[in-house]
Structures are given as structure tokens and as C-alpha cells.
């Protein structure tokens, strides 16, 4: 008996791994050599494309399509209807599968629901990228992305609240995770009350 859970109305193609304690919902397809972390979710209509790779406790939210060159890491979150690409230029006529670009979703970014996400890019651990937003280059860790193109509006803690830095370092008002800031982006230096 399986340790993870998957609706009869979703495709597993044969040699999809699924982690335990995985719940995979109506209308799925997970192809073949796509691998699913322990605890995940994939909601209504995911796809998950061959040889992708899905950490553990990953939620990938309704309508979402992970295709090929996609990588996520642990603790992502992905909103509804938000999209990746893995191809710059594309023609119907036009066979580019050599030349997908990968895509890389480090540990605990945040993607909002309906946000375009380029290929090409490096997503840095706990950024969060807001509903709506179009992102053209790599972004920091930490980092809060919004609009089309996605800018960088300010940093946002590891437990999803706003950072205020004073000078070159803050603690969230929240959790208490201390944070320090310089030109290259910003690092957790302490761990806070949590």
C-alpha cells in the first residue's frame, strides 16, 4: 500500500517517484522520471514534467505546470495559475528541447499566484515573489519581488513578514530571526525567539 495519497482522476506515469505523506490531488499529471519529495501537495490540474524535481513540503498550488529544466527546492511554495518557461524563444515550428534552460527555486521562496517566472534564473532561498509579478533575472535571497517587470521592493523574513532594516541590520518583530544586510543581499545571523 502506498504512503502517500493520489486522487483517481490523476495520472502517475510509470517511474515517478512520490514521497510519503505526498497528497496529489484531482486532475494531476506526473510524468515519468519526475521525482516528489515527502509531504507535498500538488492541487487540482498540476503538471509535473519528466526528470523534475520537487523537494520535501513543497505546496504547488492549482493550475500550476512544472515543466522539464525546473528545480525546487524544500518548503516552496507555488501560487495558483503561476508559471514557469523553459525556453527563451519559442516556435511552434521550431524544435528548442536542446535548448531548455533550468530554472533553479531555492529552499522557502514564495511564488504568488498568476507570477511569470523566466527561465534562466536562480530564485534565492526565501525570496517571495508577488501575485502578478514577471521575473526577468536572478533574484536574491530574501528578496521581495513585485511587478512586470519584477523589482526588488525591499526583504522579507523567513517566517513571511517584512523586514524594516535600520542601518545594515534588523530582527523581525515577529519570529525574532536576526538578519544583516550588505551590497551582496542579505544573511540570517541569528535564529530569534521561535
Known amino acids: 500500500m502506498a504512503d502517500f495519497f493520489v486522487h483517481e482522476s490523476a495520472y502517475i506515469d510509470p517511474g515517478a517517484v512520490i514521497g510519503a505523506g505526498s497528497k496529489i490531488w484531482h486532475f494531476c499529471h506526473v510524468m515519468s522520471g519526475a521525482k516528489i519529495g515527502e509531504n507535498c501537495v500538488l492541487g487540482q490540474n498540476v503538471f509535473v514534467g519528466a526528470d523534475v524535481a520537487v523537494g520535501n513540503g513543497v505546496k504547488i498550488q492549482n493550475n500550476v505546470s512544472v515543466y522539464q529544466g525546473v528545480l525546487i527546492e524544500d518548503d516552496v511554495f507555488l501560487g495558483p495559475s503561476m508559471v514557469f518557461t523553459n525556453v527563451i524563444n519559442p516556435r511552434s515550428a521550431v524544435e528548442r528541447k536542446s535548448e531548455f534552460k533550468p530554472t533553479v527555486v531555492r529552499r522557502g521562496v514564495s511564488i504568488g499566484a498568476n507570477a511569470t517566472i523566466l527561465c534562466g534564473y536562480e530564485l534565492g532561498e526565501y525570496s517571495f515573489i508577488g501575485a502578478g509579478a514577471v521575473v526577468t533575472k536572478d533574484v536574491k535571497s530574501y528578496a521581495i519581488m513585485i511587478g512586470v517587470p519584477a ?33 551582496e543581499g542579505v544573511t540570517l545571523t541569528g535564529s530569534g525567539n521561535d
Not at 535600520?166 to 544583516?180: F, L, M, N, P, R
Open 151 to 183: 523589482r526588488q521592493t525591499g526583504w522579507m523574513c523567513q517566517c513571511g513578514e517584512k523586514l524594516n532594516f535600520i542601518d545594515q541590520t534588523t530582527a523581525c518583530q515577529v519570529c525574532g530571526k536576526q538578519y544583516s544586510k550588505t551590497e
